[in-house]
């Protein structure tokens, strides 16, 4: 994977975040699967504490929405929601 052709959806890959310094942060995005029973929509908070444990806060804030923000041109100077505690 290249870090200018490809970018790759995660749910629940520990590997992915852990390899975010090979890959690049613009290469990763992280999804729920919503509705989809395979996917961690009813354990995203649970899931993210798990994958993004020890992971810098930049880091983070890239995979769960940044890199996709920056691809479809969202403006990332507004919070849209609190993050709750412990996630």
């Given amino acids: 994977m290249t870090r200018t052709s490809s970018n790759r959806s995660i749910c629940s890959n520990p590997a992915a975040v852990k390899a975010r310094h090979i890959t ?3 290469t990763i995005m992280w999804g729920n699967d919503y ?3 395979e996917g961690t929509f009813r354990g995203s908070a649970e899931c993210i ?3 993004f ?3 810098p806060d930049e880091d983070r ?3 769960l929405g940044g890199t996709l923000a ?3 041109g969202f403006d990332k100077s507004e919070k849209l929601a609190e993050v709750p505690e412990g996630v």
């Fill in 24 to 26: 690049g942060l613009t």
């Fill in 35 to 37: 509705a989809h029973a």
């Fill in 49 to 51: 504490a798990e994958n």
């Fill in 53 to 55: 444990d020890g992971v």
């Fill in 61 to 63: 804030a890239a995979i």
């Fill in 70 to 72: 920056d691809i479809v």
